[in-house]
């Protein structure tokens, strides 16, 4: 039985020089996204340069765009257990 394909193309991408030295992403997640740039500059005050965003948040692509540029940031897509091998 063949596995249906993914919706998306997705490719690998090398790692950043931030997750190769700290090997720390801090993953997001809340109810909605109006407190990431401050819990974001907590992080990184600390140490943390990446972070991911989850897409359970509301207003989570606006969060993302708002922190792009500042530091390494990625989309928690939700794969299922077969894309994420």
């Known amino acids: 039985m063949s ?3 993914a919706p998306f193309n997705f490719r690998r991408v090398p790692l950043s020089g931030a997750l190769l030295r700290t090997r ?3 993953v997001l997640r809340a109810e909605d996204s109006s407190r990431m740039n401050a819990a974001a500059d907590i992080l990184v005050a600390n140490g943390i340069r990446c972070l991911e965003v989850a897409m359970t948040t509301e207003g989570a692509l606006d969060a993302v765009e708002r922190l792009a540029g500042r530091l390494p940031a990625g989309v928690d897509v939700g794969l299922d257990r077969d894309d994420a091998r």
């Open 3 to 5: 596995t249906p394909a």
């Open 24 to 26: 720390i992403i801090a």
